[in-house]
């Protein structure tokens, strides 16, 4: 099929313009999985609510993959278009993040099955991370606008592999991917924090990335707890602590913007909402296992509320878009 064909072919097809950025719905859901496993461990519920959305998000992840490699199929064009956005590139790393969430939330019931998704999307992820560093290093058109919260998805992803990677003994490994996540996280944040401070503000559009800053040290500190093994009698160490602490501050700063994120129009980066309030929440779950303070309960249970609320408002306004065919469609 020649150029002119397909760009002729994928201006009147949906699928043409079906994002990469639909699997950051995986993380959401995947997360909160997580999160839900994680309550039922440490209040002794008997709710399975974590398996149902395991399950439910392996299926969702299936669906979108293969309409993906369609599109990869149909119009290979469009898909190299997103993966020289300045934008749009970094949430091809969503699909290998998506693959270690998968191998952590099927660690319990099926440890083979998430071997195999653990070590597939840490592979894959190492790749990906490469790729955007060596775009990122030698590109010739990016400017300061271009950089927002989503650039720590390829980095932070990264920080991912050790929850899974610990339990299946690959230490070393774990330490490798956390190490230069943690690195390239901090450099990230400075620059961001000096974009938001010192130049235009975030379009529409991207305002929800700022959720995506949460995500780091939640991560990072849940990541961090298995690497170390801290936890129990042990304990936390500082680290540990300005890890958690840095996440739950984030979160309170960015809920205090409320008002300017319900006043937004829905965008497929609605879902950067959920997955770092999924990570928080399961930090501090760890923090009330680890501690037994009543205040880490009350803020778990909470955040536990409010991150399902915020998944199942997610998916009923994507099968709003969906159904109203304003979704998939060109930007304007």
């Not at 395991?54 to 290979?76: E, N, P, S, T």
């Not at 037994?292 to 399902?308: E, K, P």
């Amino acid at each position: 099929m020649s150029d002119s064909t397909q760009s002729a072919r994928a201006s009147g097809s949906r699928l043409a313009h079906f994002p990469v950025a639909f699997f950051a719905m995986i993380m959401g859901l995947l997360g909160l999985s997580i999160a839900w496993d994680m309550a039922q461990d440490a209040f002794g519920m008997a709710l399975d609510m974590g398996g149902a959305l395991r399950w439910f998000g392996l299926g969702l992840f299936v669906l979108i993959l293969a309409m993906y490699l369609i599109k990869l199929v149909l119009f290979r064009d469009a898909v190299v278009k997103e993966l020289q956005h300045p934008i749009q590139l970094n949430f091809f790393p969503t699909i290998s993040i998506s693959m270690i969430l998968l191998g952590i939330a099927l660690l319990p019931p099926l440890p083979g099955l998430a071997m195999l998704f653990w070590a597939a999307g840490s592979a894959l992820h190492l790749l990906l991370t490469l790729y955007v560093l060596s775009v990122w290093m030698h590109h010739d058109r990016f400017e300061i606008n271009h950089i927002n919260p989503a650039w720590f998805i390829p980095i932070v992803g990264n920080a991912l592999v050790p929850i899974a990677g610990v339990p299946l003994g690959y230490l070393e490994l774990s330490w490798f991917f956390f190490s230069f996540a943690m690195l390239f996280w901090l450099i990230l944040f400075t620059i961001i924090i000096y974009r938001v401070l010192f130049h235009q503000p975030l379009p529409d559009r991207l305002m929800p990335t700022f959720f995506i800053m949460i995500a780091p040290p939640a991560v990072g500190f849940i990541a961090y707890v298995e690497l170390a093994g801290l936890g129990g009698e042990q304990g936390l160490d500082g680290f540990a602590r300005v890890l958690y602490y840095g996440s739950l501050f984030l979160t309170l700063l960015l809920l205090t913007q409320v008002g300017r994120f319900v006043r937004l129009h829905y965008y497929i980066s609605w879902w950067a909402y959920s997955f770092p309030l999924a990570a928080v929440t399961i930090a501090t779950l760890i923090m009330f296992e680890t501690t037994g303070l009543l205040g880490f309960a009350i803020i778990g249970w909470t955040l536990l509320s409010l991150v399902t609320l915020v998944v199942i408002f997610l998916l009923y306004r994507t099968a709003v878009a969906v159904g109203g065919r304003s979704i998939c469609v060109p930007h304007l």
